[in-house]
């Protein structure tokens, strides 16, 4: 295995690991927001959606298992990258000038540890309830006692403004990160030829717009009272 | 014109830098950069003083010698440009300017505005060769080679190694550089038997040297002044992963033939 | 002195192989313990090195710059021949050796010549096969053009930057035996002592321009190919650290020095702009497939814009007189055909120095004929190029171009070995005189570094290593600490002196006279005066001098001072070979020697490679001449009316 590790020690190891876990990542996010569109559809259905996945611990852990090894190795790549172009250029230029970066790109090493931030909270509320003023279970049965109420305890943190626009604006954030994130992959996998290069640059963008615009209507619903 | 420079100033490598301002004056449209530096270093000299240490050679910008930060910029503000073809008609009166060197930790200050930029070389002793010793060729048309390979190679092997690339990257990383020696071989079946091989030495000893990663800014490609494409970057990647994970390299130097 | 140029005997076409049959060979097992020390790693160098690596030599190759792959043939751009006849346009070897012996007006060797020819075909295989990107056809086979007013396309070609890429496949191949352990790099090295003992090369001393150490390294070979010397002339084609330095102090220790008179002026370069100007700019002289060549027929219309001269105002020159080739007429006659309308007062451009030089290249008929796009299809790069100098739009106004010092056919004599007259002492591509005569064929200066560093050393420096004892000599001999210490002592008199001029003042002074007086042009009387004037210089060199800083570290104005020292004392031998050859030929033209502006060559007398020996800074040089015979190629009048 000393392939392995000669491979992830590289920088483009390292990339290519961030790339990867950043892919899995993707696939977690869509599926997540697209289990909360089910909101629109009202309180049962999206219960119903909490209680099915409830009920599939073979598949539930192994996936939440995965998706921390996934961050945990997304973070360590990263730092032990970022240590070492700290140490690329020690010296700082007195002035510098940058001509192709964005906004996406230079932010990359503030949107990260922000939308970290955002999970740890998003998670002490709505998984744990740690955070959350009045959480709640669902009803009928045994399972269903120790089934979250998705619905009800989703619309109690999101329907108050602040909170509202608190997860908003992370996703405006994590926005920023995803769609020089997906960009990134694509090319960090090695898509290089010129209508790769198109490929990955509309790509990047439709699964962000899929990604921030879902999170942020269901949001932007709840906030408005369209959904309650 | 008249020009005020802030020149960094380092006798060798381990001793300390500064800035030190100087004033040129009378400068012509049709100097080059080099040209108007070569008149304040005549001026230094005839005062005694130490004139400016800067690399330069063929001044046509093809040699790859010059170089350095001008106002933030590698080679200055004109695009596709060594700093020996940038024209003082970029300039104009009472500009005050910044020049400094290329700053890398592979990439020592020698002395003002020189580096050692052997790394380079390193790396390409890693893979950035074919292996084949001279009279063992075959006849030169005996494999052809799609013109649009020939061109895309070319792309690549146009570079000139001045370190433009790693001097704009904010990570200071030699990717450009290196995918440019890599995505050159390459693409030619001359390359092939290699290929791997190549990009995997090329890779660990760019790492070695204590160059940092590409997170995809694309300064190095627009600091380029011979245009070498982002998407190199994305080859060597590419090879890279699937040498290490799906097959298995030979990590180590070719026996150099004899 | 006897010159033994150790010419095969024989039908010519089988010479080479008789030759290397002929050689001794050194067993595979035994050649680690020989050490090579190769100076110089362009073309010649670095093909040197990497060959002599892989065969098994112990390699040690010294480069100035920071890296070999910087050396100046990376510069050239028009291509490479070889006479492959792809074009199947009746190529062959024997044309292109035919070619370049009659394009060197008959001042080369034959046999040399023609294996240069034969090997040209080899250098492409290897070229192609290191991966140099060669323009291609869309069939993917390599692609042709015709070079230089050649009737055959045989010129292989990348882009404008064929040398660029030659030098990177010899450069990759020398980083491969660098990675073996084979060759050992020293970069930011300058030669500055060729170390001779007992009559034979045994070693070099150079300068660490980094520390400023000055080192012994002794071998059993050493071989130059440290390329021309151009930059005598101060403004050149030539990249700024290009120097004579190498050769110049090989021809000290008894090298002789053959033909430095023999240079070529380059027709279309980008003309001076200014007194501050450090170097000039070659322009590709496929420019001229497509460019009028004009000025104004009167001296008072010179200042003004060219799109305000009216046709019956403009004087196409090279199309008046040479009515048959024209724009295209050859390097040496176009370049004095500019010289001349410029000293008339019909030169074009900003005034340096009280004088015009330039001379309008015209592509208005050409937009006119195949419209903006179609030359910018096939000049976009020269344009822009073009543009980013000079700041004007060739697309709107003519381009200014006037001559410039390019190449260097003379250089260190040498045998059909490469071997100087010091045993042991070899010498490569543009550093030697050998192979173009007194001109040299537009792409052959790229096949002859290649032809001399990848196929002819490899085999001719075996036949030399096998008659000495490895080790012969290491660096703790006598002659070693005397030249450590005459490299000192000439350090520390070059930083003693204390005076005002820098170095660059005094190359610049040099350049200029040398440009006026042993340039396009020559005179019995100019060159008199010129060396009258040089020891002048020289004597003030060493009163008034300004080097600031120390020996002990990267000095680049010590640097510059020892080089211009040594264009200062080898200027002189040039003029006085110039002065000698009272003929005209290839790039030699002395106006005493014309019929109506065309060279006159005297074969009767001056059919001889002329070496000279060195007898001290301020004694004459003492010649000796090498006849050459033409048992193939009939010595013929050149004629382009």
């Known amino acids: 295995m000393s392939w392995l590790l000669t491979f992830s020690r590289s920088t483009v190891g390292a990339k290519v690991i961030m790339a990867l876990t950043g892919a899995a990542m993707f696939g977690f996010l869509i599926a997540h927001m697209a289990g909360n569109l089910l909101v629109f559809w009202g309180a049962a259905y999206h219960n119903h959606h909490a209680l099915f996945l409830h009920q599939l611990p073979e598949l539930i852990w192994p996936a939440r298992i995965g998706l921390v090894l996934a961050i945990v190795a997304h973070i360590f790549s990263w730092l032990n990258l970022r240590a070492r172009s700290a140490a690329a250029r020690p010296i700082p230029y007195k002035v510098s000038k940058s001509r192709a970066s964005t906004l996406y790109s230079k932010t990359m090493g503030y949107t990260g540890p922000i939308i970290l931030i955002f999970l740890v909270v998003h998670l002490l509320q709505l998984t744990t309830g740690t955070l959350h003023p009045n959480y709640q279970f669902q009803s009928g049965g045994a399972i269903e006692a120790d089934t979250p109420a998705a619905f009800e305890n989703t619309v109690a943190i999101l329907s108050q403004p602040l909170w509202g626009i608190f997860y908003i604006l992370c996703n405006l954030l994590l926005g920023l990160h995803l769609f020089h994130g997906a960009y990134a992959m694509c090319r960090t996998l090695g898509l290089s030829g010129d209508r790769q290069q198109g490929v990955a640059r509309a790509l990047a963008a439709g699964v962000t717009a899929t990604i921030v615009g879902g999170n942020v209507v269901i949001a932007a619903a709840i906030l408005a009272r369209v959904v309650n | 014109m008249n020009l005020t420079l802030n020149v960094w100033r380092q006798k060798g490598r381990t001793a300390a830098g500064a800035f030190e301002k100087y004033p040129v004056n009378d400068v012509s449209d049709h100097m080059s950069f080099l040209e108007m530096l070569d008149v304040l270093n005549e001026k230094l000299t005839a005062e005694g003083k130490d004139p400016v240490a800067f690399e330069h050679d063929c001044r046509e910008g093809i040699c790859g010698s010059c170089g350095f930060m001008i106002d933030g910029r590698p080679h200055g503000p004109m695009p596709r440009t060594t700093v020996c073809q940038l024209h003082m008609r970029s300039f104009k009166d009472g500009d005050e300017l910044f020049l ?100 995997t030495n090329m890779v660990l000893q760019m790492d070695k040297e204590g160059f940092g990663h590409c997170s995809w800014h694309g300064e190095c490609a627009e600091a380029c002044p011979k245009g070498i494409p982002l998407a190199s970057i994305a080859r060597m990647n590419g090879e890279f992963t699937v040498a290490n994970l799906l097959r298995s390299p030979h990590v180590s130097g070719g026996d150099g033939g004899g | 002195m006897e010159l033994k140029s150790r010419l095969p005997e024989g039908p010519i076409e089988t010479a080479w192989s008789r030759h290397k049959f002929n050689m001794k060979l050194v067993n595979p097992a035994n050649r680690r313990k020989y050490n090579v020390i190769v100076v110089g790693s362009g073309l010649a160098g670095a093909a040197a090195a990497a060959t002599l690596g892989e065969q098994g030599y112990n390699v040690a190759c010294f480069c100035f710059q920071d890296s070999p792959r910087r050396a100046h043939s990376i510069a050239a751009q028009g291509g490479i021949n070889a006479a492959k006849n792809y074009q199947n346009d009746s190529d062959s070897v024997y044309r292109l050796f035919y070619d370049t012996v009659k394009g060197g007006d008959f001042r080369a060797r034959e046999q040399n010549v023609y294996r240069l020819a034969e090997l040209s075909v080899n250098i492409i295989d290897q070229a192609v096969a290191q991966g140099v990107p060669f323009a291609r056809e869309y069939g993917g086979l390599l692609a042709n053009r015709s070079f230089g007013g050649a009737q055959v396309s045989r010129t292989f070609y990348a882009r404008g930057q064929t040398g660029q890429q030659l030098l990177l496949g010899a450069y990759q191949a020398l980083e491969r035996q660098i990675a073996a352990g084979r060759v050992k790099m020293y970069t930011r090295h300058e030669m500055l002592e060729l170390v001779t003992a007992d009559g034979r090369a045994r070693g070099i001393v150079a300068r660490d321009l980094t520390s400023g150490a000055v080192t012994s390294f ?43 008179c023999f240079t070529q002026i380059h027709p279309t370069c980008i003309p001076q702009a200014g007194d501050y100007q450090s170097k000039l700019t070659l322009m590709s002289e496929s420019l001229r497939n497509d460019g009028r060549v004009w000025v104004p027929k009167d001296p008072a219309d010179a200042g003004k814009s060219p799109r305000d001269i009216p046709e019956d105002k403009r004087d196409y020159y090279l199309e008046r007189k040479y009515p048959s080739f024209g724009n295209l007429s050859p390097r040496d006659i176009a370049s004095r055909a500019a010289k001349i309308v410029c000293d008339e007062g019909r030169g074009v451009g900003p005034a340096v120095g009280g004088v015009r030089r330039g001379v309008y290249l015209d592509f208005a008929d050409a937009i006119g004929r195949v419209g903006k796009a179609g030359v910018s299809e096939k000049y976009g790069n020269l344009f822009e190029m073009y543009d980013r100098i000079t700041g004007e739009d060739p697309y709107q106004v003519p381009m200014r171009m006037y001559p410039a010092p390019h190449y260097t056919m003379g250089g260190l004599w040498v045998d059909y070995n490469l071997m100087s007259n010091i045993p042991g002492c070899f010498v490569l591509g543009e550093a030697n005189f050998s192979d173009h005569g007194a001109n040299r064929l537009g792409a052959s200066a790229l096949m002859q570094g290649l032809a001399d560093g990848y196929f002819v050393l490899p085999a001719t420096l075996p036949d030399y290593l096998a008659g000495v004892k490895p080790g012969g000599t290491d660096s703790g001999h006598a002659a070693f600490r005397d030249a450590e210490n005459a490299v000192k002592v000439k350090t520390e008199t070059l930083l003693g002196i204390n005076g005002k001029r820098t170095a660059d003042s005094f190359h610049r002074e040099l350049g200029y006279l040398m440009w006026d007086k042993c340039g396009m042009s020559r005179t019995r009387e100019g060159l008199n005066e010129a060396i009258t004037r040089i020891p002048q210089i020289r004597e003030e060199f060493w009163e008034n001098l300004a080097v600031p800083g120390s020996g002990a570290e990267l000095n680049q104005s010590l640097e510059k001072a020892g080089r211009v020292a040594d264009f200062l004392e080898f200027a002189e031998l040039m003029c006085v070979d110039a002065r000698d050859r009272e003929e005209s030929c290839g790039g030699h033209y002395r106006e005493e020697y014309q019929d109506d502006g065309e060279a006159r060559r005297d074969d009767a007398n001056f059919q001889y490679a002329a070496a000279w020996e060195f007898n001290g800074v301020d004694a004459a040089p003492t010649l000796h001449k090498e006849p050459l015979a033409f048992n193939y190629v009939k010595p013929v009048t050149r004629s382009y009316k």
């Open chain 3, 218 to 260: 002794a071998a059993d070979a050493v071989c130059l190919a440290t390329g021309g010397y151009s930059n005598v002339f101060f403004l050149s084609t030539n990249a700024k650290g290009c120097n004579v330095t190498s050769t110049w102090r090989a021809h000290k220790k008894g090298a002789l020095f053959a033909n430095p």
């Open chain 2, 100 to 199: 400094e060197p290329f700053r890398a930790s592979a990439f020592p200050i020698l002395k003002d505005l020189v580096v050692d930029r052997g790394a380079f070389d390193r790396i390409v002793q890693a893979g950035g060769y074919v292996s084949v010793n001279t009279g063992s060729a075959p006849e030169a048309n005996s494999t052809p080679v799609p013109k649009t390979a020939a061109d895309a190679s070319f792309d690549n092997a146009a570079c000139i190694a001045c370190g433009a690339c790693v001097a704009a990257c904010p990570n200071g990383a030699a990717m450009l550089f290196t995918s440019a020696k890599v995505a050159h071989l390459n693409l030619l079946p001359q390359g092939e038997p290699e290929r791997y091989e190549r990009a």
